[in-house]
């Protein structure tokens, strides 16, 4: 009963039965300049098969992508079964293809890619179908240019025009005032506004994570100038950092840290992903808030008022 055990083994060792079946739709295959269109790669498989769909293709052609990669789970526990959806564009007219690498196959001993076949769209342009007809314009008749003081006059005009449109909003700015922007009010509507538009359940929850850290990141660049936009993510948490963030600078990071694996790497996230991310977004910008009130209230107990002395 020895040479069962290299029997078993070999068994082992061997990939699981059934070679995954890849089935790609492009919706819809016409489509006119500057239209989306949508590409769904769906791979069937035993339980347990490791697969990666292809990563969203960072081009500038005339297809290019537009969304993050959104990864729709059907698998039970004897069936693999997901489908990767892509969004694109196309910009010039004509059959175009569709830049999407292979489906790669996670085996014991090696990787296979599984190819999804040459995708193409039929772009149409938005001129008329046909503008060889067309007969131009005739050539308008010459015309003597109008004398030198009428082109001084009209500038002259436009001049006073603008100057006295500046006086009246000068003006009522004195006499009324203008309130400013409250930025927690703004952060809060801007939150509420994310909300609305129900993203997760759209099929969109990439773009809810986005979404969320922007509100934050907006509140927090106008509580903290010096993080300016144009910084990358460690770069931005450190200028908080360094310019008396209340919190902890991990929990910033956190948010902006998600978003960004969704808007770099495609990280695919579901409902109580962006539902953590939603919590951490909105944390931050009120315990930021709070410490910005107490600090606000502090200053102004600290002054006090004017032309008191405190008895001895």
Not at 13 to 35: F, K, M, N, Y
Not at 138 to 160: H, S, Y
Not at 241 to 258: F, M, S
Not at 267 to 273: F, I, M, T
């Amino acid at each position: 009963m020895h040479w069962l055990v290299p029997v078993a083994l070999l068994l082992a060792l061997q990939d699981p039965p059934g070679r995954p079946v890849v089935s790609v739709d492009v919706l819809p295959l016409t489509v006119a300049v500057g239209e989306p269109f949508t590409v769904r790669v769906r791979v069937r498989a035993a339980a347990g098969t490791l697969i990666r769909f292809p990563a969203v293709p960072d081009s500038a052609g005339s297809v290019e992508a537009v969304d993050p990669r959104a990864i729709e789970d059907r698998s039970t526990s004897e069936v693999f079964d997901q489908t990767a959806t892509y969004r694109f564009i196309a910009w010039e007219p004509g059959r175009r293809e569709v830049p999407l690498g292979d489906v790669r196959w996670t085996r014991v001993r090696d990787t296979e890619a599984l190819a999804v076949g040459r995708l193409s769209v039929e772009v149409t342009s938005l001129l008329p179908a046909d503008t060889a007809a067309h007969m131009p314009r005739a050539a308008r008749a010459p015309f003597d240019p109008a004398p030198a003081w009428w082109r001084w006059a009209l500038g002259a005009a436009g001049v006073l025009v603008i100057a006295w449109m500046s006086w009246r909003a000068w003006r009522k700015r004195r006499t009324t005032g203008t309130a400013p922007l409250d930025a927690f009010a703004d952060a809060q509507a801007g939150f509420a506004a994310v909300d609305a538009l129900a993203l997760v359940e759209a099929g969109e929850p990439g773009r809810a994570v986005l979404a969320y850290a922007e509100v934050m990141r907006a509140y927090l660049t106008r509580r903290f100038p010096q993080a300016t936009d144009g910084l990358i993510t460690p770069e931005y948490v450190m200028a908080l950092a360094d310019n008396a963030l209340p919190i902890l600078p991990e929990e910033v990071a956190e948010v902006l840290e998600a978003a960004d694996a969704v808007k770099f790497a495609g990280a695919a996230v579901d409902a109580e992903r962006v539902a953590h991310v939603a919590r951490g977004a909105r944390g931050v910008v009120r315990d930021v808030q709070v410490a910005y009130e107490a600090r606000l209230a502090a200053a102004d107990k600290g002054k006090g008022p004017r032309g008191r002395r405190r008895k001895s």
